[in-house]
């Protein structure tokens, strides 16, 4: 079976300053890792995925995110953050023998401007 | 805007009382998840459909039931409701059963008074 750990229920940061959510997961056979944003009111939208291949992997509005098999970490990072990003942010982690999403937390980017 | 639609957006009941949510796929979408989101258990899968046939189960209890029609619509049936269940109820879909893309509907927003 697979879990999540978000290890931050909420992130403040200043607007234009870069920020990293932490994700660590743990799993006994490999995994796909995916992050998804939900806005305020909204559904949930895919950020960025990693099933294999480079281990930094670029997603939507600029952020990024890097795979660590030997840390078992997978941390979302935005260079700049902007007012428009404030959100909740899940990491999600599935079996790569199927799709079924298990999912963390969720970590909540609180914008200060 | 991901292309799932979820009806309806609200729904207030009270204990004991049955309801039943409806998910339409993105248009060419033949797999269907449902989730549940709730403040004190988080995201759950509960169940994933492939073009009429239960594909997957996770999390979902056994008053819970789903299905997908022919014309590929979802049906989420909630009986015997308890105050625990209200929620937030997500469906996703994506192109097949191990596609690695969910796109997730705005949600139907259970309360059970």
């Known amino acids: 079976a697979q879990s999540v750990t978000q290890l931050d229920s909420q992130v403040p940061v200043f607007e234009e300053a870069p920020v990293e959510l932490r994700c660590n997961y743990s799993s006994s056979v490999s995994v796909y890792l995916f992050w998804y944003v939900q806005y305020p009111n909204q559904g949930l939208q895919l950020l960025l995925k990693y099933l294999s291949g480079s281990t930094l992997v670029k997603g939507i509005n600029g952020f990024e995110a890097e795979f660590n098999k030997s840390q078992t970490s997978f941390h979302l990072r935005k260079p700049s953050v902007h007012i428009s990003d404030t959100a909740e942010y899940f990491c999600?982690?599935?079996?790569?023998?199927?799709?079924?999403?298990?999912w963390g937390a969720g970590t909540k980017l609180i914008i200060k401007p | 805007d991901s292309g799932v639609t979820q009806t309806p957006k609200h729904l207030i009941t009270a204990t004991g009382q049955r309801v039943t949510l409806r998910c339409s796929p993105r248009s060419g979408d033949l797999s269907v998840y449902w989730y549940q989101q709730s403040l004190d258990q988080g995201l759950q899968f509960l169940i994933q459909?492939?073009?009429?046939?239960?594909?997957a189960k996770g999390n979902i209890l056994e008053r819970f039931s789903a299905q997908q029609f022919p014309d590929l619509h979802s049906e989420l049936n909630l009986s015997s409701l308890e105050l625990g269940d209200s929620a937030l109820y997500f469906c996703?879909?994506?192109?097949?059963?191990?596609?690695?893309?969910?796109?997730f509907g705005p949600g139907t927003r259970l309360t059970v008074l």
């Open positions: 996703a879909s994506s192109v097949s059963w191990d596609a690695d893309t969910q796109y």
């Open positions: 999600a982690v599935s079996a790569v023998s199927n799709y079924q999403l298990i």
């Open positions: 459909y492939y073009n009429g046939e239960e594909r």
